[in-house]
């Protein structure tokens, strides 16, 4: 499964100067955050571990973005110093990965395809380039894709009205080192000195994914995203065996140690009622997830055993209570870059493959952190921010759907 991800954001934003004045086009806001939040976010929730930021115009606003916002995901920053054109910015950052095929995408545009999926199929076909597709009707704003029915590409039609068709969704994956080893210069346009020039030796595919597709680039359609991309509070009353509930350990079943970690099972306490709340929350959701960082291991400060054994006899309790847990996913790295390490959505994605019947747009995530929150959002899942250890915690936040004092609260609610 593709790992990387080059997001293309260097562009003027020419036709939303009047909607965004001095922003590159990416940063402009949605619902109070950048367009680019909701670009990470999804590709997060798709697996994608490394980022490589192609930027020019204005590039510092983005740098100090992603600086503050998303310090934890792993990601480069490439300049363009002069315009390179789409070609000349793929070619100039997709030498900072190392994976055999990268996903290359625009940062103005929010295509939620499934990566695997696409990963699967352009590998299937030693592509050296694949395109995503997108249905549409009734358009004249993009050019029209004819595939054949092996999914080669056929041809490139130019932009005029069309009553439907299938477009470039501006999402590719690219067969990195034989990409690098065409002979290209250093300024092109990727769409008409690549892919025009090269599907007639039939090595550029098309795969159609029938998915929300969002491009701002023009005021109607960042008007029209303000909506799209709303966060929406989960209805507890529609919650069913078919959701998740992912719920964070210290500080939301258990009683924190303050500037320390349960070494333990003899300082593990658990929260009144909490044994009961999960008990309950066991018979609403179809899985409860219990995902936790332990950075105490990875300090050395308990062995993984001591981890193993506060499980075991936690377990072991709320199933005397009547409750279940799943699994427990636990992070134990010190480094707040690593995948696996909330808010990095990793321990999710394990998650994932190892139950396929989990949505996290059927999914809650429990927690009594910003950290469990972020982890929520970069899952593509609803959050649940729980005031045990933070009841000064501010609301409304972009971050936090539902809000509750306890666990035992947020269970009431489910009833």
């Known amino acids: 499964m593709v790992k990387e991800a080059v997001i293309l954001a260097g562009g003027f934003g020419t036709r939303l100067r009047d909607a965004v004045p001095d922003l590159p086009k990416c940063m402009a806001p949605v619902n109070e955050q950048p367009f680019l939040t909701y670009v990470i976010r999804y590709l997060l929730s798709q697996g994608i571990e490394k980022f490589i930021f192609s930027l020019g115009y204005k590039h510092k606003f983005i740098e100090e973005f992603l600086e503050t916002e998303f310090p ?5 920053c490439c300049i363009e110093h002069e315009p390179l054109g789409t070609g000349g910015a793929i070619r100039f950052s997709i030498q900072k ?7 290359v995408l625009n940062g103005d545009t929010l295509y939620k395809i499934d990566t695997a999926g696409f990963s699967h199929s352009h590998q299937a076909n030693s592509a050296l380039c694949s395109i995503a597709l997108k249905p549409m009707k009734d358009f004249d704003r993009y050019g029209v894709v004819e595939l054949s029915d092996d999914n080669i590409i056929k041809d490139f039609n130019e932009k005029q009205f069309y009553p439907s068709g299938l477009i470039n969704g501006g999402i590719y994956l690219i067969n990195r080192e034989a990409f690098l080893q065409k002979e290209l210069p250093d300024k092109f346009s990727f769409e008409k000195d690549f892919l025009e020039k090269e599907f007639m030796n039939k090595t550029i595919f098309g795969f159609v994914h029938d998915n929300y597709f969002i491009d701002i680039g023009i005021p ?5 995203v303000q909506e799209e991309l709303k966060y929406h509070a989960p209805d507890l009353d529609k919650v069913d065996k078919s959701w998740t509930l992912f719920i964070d350990r210290d500080g939301v079943i258990n009683h924190e140690k303050k500037d320390d ?5 003899q300082e593990f306490h658990f929260y009144d009622m909490a044994k009961e709340s999960l008990a309950a929350l066991s018979k609403k959701f179809g899985k409860v997830i219990i995902v936790s960082n332990q950075r105490g291991v990875g300090r050395g400060l308990m062995t993984e055993e ?18 279940h847990i799943d699994k427990i996913y636990y992070c134990s790295s010190t480094d707040i870059k690593d995948f696996c390490r909330k808010p990095n959505p990793g321990m999710a994605l394990k998650a994932e493959i190892d139950f396929p019947d989990i949505s996290f747009s059927h999914s809650l995530m429990v927690g009594n952190n910003s950290s469990d929150m972020l982890f929520g959002r970069n899952a593509g899942m609803f959050t649940v921010f729980l005031k045990t250890t933070k009841p ?24």
Request: net charge negative.
């Open 220 to 224: 109607e359609d960042y008007k029209r």
């Open 72 to 76: 934890t995901i792993n990601y480069q």
């Open 306 to 323: 001591d981890l193993i054994h506060i499980h075991k006899n936690m377990e072991k309790e709320i199933a005397e209570a009547g409750g």
């Open 97 to 103: 990965t190392t994976g055999k095929n990268v996903l």
């Open 392 to 415: 000064e915690q501010a609301l409304p936040h972009p971050d936090i759907d539902l809000s509750f004092y306890s666990l035992i609260d947020f269970a009431r609610a489910c009833r």
């Open 261 to 265: 970690y349960i070494r333990n099972w």
